[in-house]
């Protein structure tokens, strides 16, 4: 994108109203678009002054003349605004985190008419009314657990049994029905998590399962960027409803972490970064809430001995796999708890991922630091969209886990890059992501101040 | 004092960034709003000793909420409200640090009176009818705003399917879920005392709402008790429907769809069903408050300027005598147990000659007896046949099933697992036994009364719970 702006040797009239587009606060696009609109009045004007000393009895052909030169204006500065804002598109995140679903495993579970809680009940005389067998037990079980029986029965009997546990466990994730997964997720939540009135569960899932689910939705571990998964009504894959029960299962396991080991570190690990991975989807903004509570509670699943090793197994993993454009920001940005454990996860994510925008150079955040001073805003092949990355990263960095305040060194450091990108760039920069990089760094700047 | 000086300070630059986009709805303009969104986290919620944000601040962010066009600022800004009003609550309880009586001193109020809310300051004075939903487009909500909000997205739940929903009516329902856990908010600490005190119970904003709305000659209570009824069952309903219509499931796997954005179709199920918690929370809040009305009534507490309010649960009543088609889906959704089965019991008692006698304890166990009363109304055969003769044979099935499930929710208890021998003896004094033998003998009454009775599914699923229960622990 290097110079791809750069309109310094075009027709200034032609090139300035577009590049204002971006840059309103400078000067108002409205502004340069009516002074444009001024002079071109007046030169019509004057033509038409000229024309009507000729030819006096004509003045409709000249309305018709103003009116078409007018509009043919109107319609290049629209082309060349949405060339633009197509070359800007990386101002956008958004990732397409699931490609095409598979299909899944079958719901019907063979042996499930069989289970001990409907055979138990056949033998009472009750069941003359039921005329229940084995056959229609499916059907039976499916209404018990739409309607909220089953996880009552389950706390009655202190027991699931291994049939019902898994094909639940199969409805909640596979089913298309969105009553039938969700209440088999509240049916497991509900296991899960019961208190005082321990039950027994016969089959308990593992994380393969889970992670074949996400198989299965089409979730790519290894991620593309794609552009055109943006405007709405895009095609083709997308997450299956039933990721909303997978999240709430992945957060009521990692609750019950002391009762019941399904995860293991490691794999808690992984869970965090699928669920940052989600965030990155524009298709799943209406389930922030749930992400966020999810990935609250995988953080609290770690004790404070195995987070700071996790943290940064974590931070350096995402590092490498989130592409170094805006939706590394969004990576950074989604993990938005505030206790002292997302806090030090943010700021990690985003060192790791300025020390992978610097290949690696860097060794330590001093290093790092002084490579992002000796970057020179003023020179013209400098890349202010980069520019504006590191300056995010950075603040996450230093900002969110209170680190400055131990480090006077850095703190220093950071106020010097600060200023180099507030006070060296000009108002009148119209470079892409000038005005940006400007604004947030002198914006960074107050808040040294007045602390 | 240099906190408030750095706060305005702060509230400056924060709201510098939202400067030239007030009205716009370009992509810068709607990063700006999701950078001043970042912006209050960051210097309210993040760091332990933030600064609590500015009435102009909470302002702001709440008209992105409400103006909001995109699911990208109408979430974050959600959460943030609630976030906010989590961290920096306007009323709480808080140990008076400043009495001179021993440690054991009663928690005291504390009302932040300055802090922001997201209803306008005069509520109360219901005279002064003014026509604000539309001058102020994005600003608090007076009592008529909130009876349009709830109204919207009655009109959403009565005629929309999936297609129609867009991000508007989702922002709407968020709207309103962030409303309500205002009003819960301010409900909550008033009501926390170990003896009600109505004149806490009447300053609470829910109070001054609802005083307001009687108030209002234009405003119509009943309607609006309507219209959340409708709201409640109808998002219940499309969402139960929802994966079964094929048009969706097509989608979901190739064909582009033009009338279903993919992301309003994932938000639809979690918000709509929070939605649906939200106004069941406004149902129970305003009948507690009913309550504790009448309780003060009765104590001569109250005055002549609270008003007559009918209860809430009378007007439910009507609507669910009257308007068969939501009684269904009504039981079927509102799942707070102890309420449910009230509503029900109260259903019950309209058609049964001799409302049993109910000696008013303010403890749970007297909700054992009404239901344990309700089911004896089946023992004999002319009994059933006249409740039959006045509510139809399915619609007593429902209820009794509907009042059973609640029972047992109620009951919290651990029933002694399955072979368990040194429980034995205590089964015959089990209340929850002895709920199940009636409820069982009910339906069999129903039988017998009407010979050709087809026993609904869920009916059938109470059946199985309740011989279960007993097997279990026989």
Redesign the interface.
């Known amino acids: 994108m290097d110079g791809s702006l750069d309109f310094e040797f075009e027709d200034p009239l032609l090139s300035s109203p577009v590049v204002t587009k971006k840059r309103k606060k400078v000067i108002g696009l409205d502004d340069l678009l009516s002074d444009y609109y001024k002079e071109k009045s007046k030169l019509v004007e004057r033509e038409s002054i000229q024309e009507k000393a000729k030819k006096a009895y004509n003045s409709d052909d000249d309305v018709n003349t103003k009116e078409a030169s007018l509009s043919e204006v109107i319609d290049q500065c629209q082309n060349q605004m949405k060339e633009i804002s197509g070359e800007e598109d990386m101002s956008m995140w958004g990732m397409r985190v699931f490609g095409n679903q598979k299909v899944p495993p079958p719901l019907a579970f063979p042996g499930l008419g069989s289970c001990a809680l409907l055979q138990f009940f056949m033998k009472n005389e009750l069941n003359s009314l039921f005329e229940l067998d084995s056959d229609k037990g499916d059907l039976f079980l499916e209404g018990l657990l739409a309607n909220g029986w089953l996880s009552k029965l389950a706390f009655i009997c202190g027991h699931v049994e291994k049939s019902m546990a898994v094909w639940t466990f199969n409805l909640m994730l596979y089913s298309s029905k969105e009553e039938l997964r969700t209440s088999a997720c509240d049916f497991w939540c509900a296991i899960l998590s019961s208190k005082d009135e321990p039950v027994l569960i016969d089959w308990l899932p593992s994380y393969l399962e889970l992670k074949g689910a996400l198989e299965i939705y089409g979730f790519e571990y290894k991620f593309s960027f794609n552009r055109d998964s943006l405007p709405a009504g895009s095609n083709c894959g997308g997450p299956p409803q039933n990721i909303r029960s997978w999240v709430r299962f992945v957060a009521a396991c990692s609750h019950v972490r002391n009762k019941l080991s399904i995860l293991s570190t490691s794999e808690a690990e992984e869970l965090v970064e699928v669920i940052i991975f989600l965030f990155l989807d524009h298709q799943l903004h209406g389930l922030a809430v749930l992400l966020y509570e999810c990935m609250q509670s995988l953080i609290s699943y770690f004790t404070e001995k195995e987070w700071k090793n996790s943290c940064n197994k974590i931070a350096k993993s995402l590092a490498c796999r989130v592409p170094r454009d805006l939706n590394c920001l969004r990576a950074v940005e989604c993990i938005s708890g505030y206790d002292t454990c997302s806090k030090q996860l943010r700021s990690s994510v985003a060192y790791q991922i300025l020390l992978v925008c610097f290949d690696n150079k860097a060794t330590d955040e001093e290093e790092i630091m002084r490579l992002l001073i000796a970057i020179n805003v003023k020179e013209k092949g400098c890349d202010l969209f980069k520019m504006y990355i590191y300056l995010v990263l950075a603040e996450n960095w230093l900002l969110v886990n209170q680190m400055l305040e131990h480090k006077p060194v850095i703190n220093e450091m950071w106020g010097l890059y600060l200023r180099n990108c507030s006070c060296q760039i000009s108002s009148t920069d119209l470079r892409s992501f000038a005005s940006k990089v400007r604004n947030k760094a002198s914006y960074l700047l107050q808040g040294t101040v007045t602390k | 004092m240099e906190n408030s000086i750095?706060r305005g300070?702060?509230e400056e630059?924060i709201l510098?960034?939202l400067?030239?986009s007030e009205t716009k709805e370009t992509?810068?303009a709607n990063?700006d709003r999701i950078?001043f969104l970042?912006?209050v986290?960051?210097a309210s919620?993040?760091?332990e000793s933030g600064i609590p944000p500015t009435n102009k601040m909470c302002a702001a962010v709440f008209r992105i909420l409400r103006v909001g066009k995109?699911?990208?600022l109408i979430?974050?800004s959600?959460?943030l409200l609630n976030?906010l009003d989590k961290r920096y609550p306007r009323l709480y309880l808080s140990s008076s640090d400043r009495s001179k009586s021993s440690s054991s001193a009663p928690l005291e109020l504390v009302l932040v009176k300055e802090a922001w809310l997201p209803f306008v300051a005069d509520l109360g004075t219901s005279s002064s009818e003014k026509e604000v939903a539309d001058k102020n487009l994005g600003g608090p909500f007076d009592s008529s705003g909130f009876h349009l909000l709830i109204q919207d997205l009655a009109k959403v739940a009565r005629d929309a399917n999936f297609k129609t929903l867009d991000t508007k009516s989702?922002g709407s329902m968020l709207v309103f879920q962030y409303l309500l856990n205002v009003l819960e908010g301010d409900m909550l600490p008033r009501k926390s005392g170990e003896t009600m005190n109505w004149t806490l119970l009447r300053e609470s904003l829910l109070n001054m709402v609802l005083i307001s709305l009687q108030g209002s000659r234009k405003l119509n209570y009943k309607v609006l008790v309507r219209d959340c009824l409708t709201v409640m069952c109808g998002l219940y309903q499309i969402?139960?429907?929802?994966?079964?219509d094929p048009t969706y499931?097509e989608?979901?796997?190739?064909?582009?769809?033009?009338n279903?954005?993919?992301?309003?179709?994932?938000?639809?199920?979690?918000?709509g069903?929070n939605t649906c918690i939200a106004m069941q929370k406004l149902l129970t809040l305003i009948m507690e408050l009913d309550m504790s009305k009448k309780e003060a009534d009765m104590q001569g507490y109250t005055t002549r300027a609270d008003g007559v309010r009918t209860p809430l649960i009378e007007l439910i009543l009507d609507e669910l005598t009257y308007n068969d088609e939501i009684l269904c889906p009504f039981l079927?959704v509102f799942?707070d147990p102890k309420w449910k089965l009230e509503i029900i019991l109260q259903y019950i008692w309209k058609y049964t000659s001799k409302p049993p006698v109910r000696t008013r304890r303010s403890n749970g166990s007297t909700d054992d007896a009404t239901l344990s009363g309700a089911l004896k109304c089946f023992s004999s055969t002319t009994s059933t046949k006249s409740i039959i003769k006045k509510i139809g044979i399915e619609v007593i099935q429902l209820l009794l099933a509907h009042a059973f499930?609640a029972h047992?929710?109620l009951s919290?208890g651990?029933?002694p697992?399955?072979g368990d021998p040194d429980s034995k003896e205590d089964v015959r004094d089990n209340p929850l036994v002895e709920i199940c033998e009636n409820m069982?003998s009910a339906f069999n009454s129903l039988?017998r009364v009407d010979e050709n009775m087809e026993?609904l599914?869920?009916g059938?699923?109470?059946?199985?719970?309740a011989?279960?229960?007993l097997?279990?622990m026989s």
């Open positions: 750095g300070g702060i630059n510098a960034i400067d030239a992509r810068d990063d950078a970042e912006a986290r960051a919620i993040v760091p995109s699911l990208e979430m974050p959600f959460q976030e989702l969402q139960s429907t929802f994966s079964n499931l989608t979901s796997v190739v064909k582009p769809s033009d279903c954005d993919p992301a309003v179709a994932v938000a639809l199920p979690e918000i069903n079927q799942n499930k047992l929710f919290s651990k029933c697992a399955l069982i039988r026993v599914s869920f059938k699923e109470a059946l199985f719970t011989a279960t229960i097997s279990t």
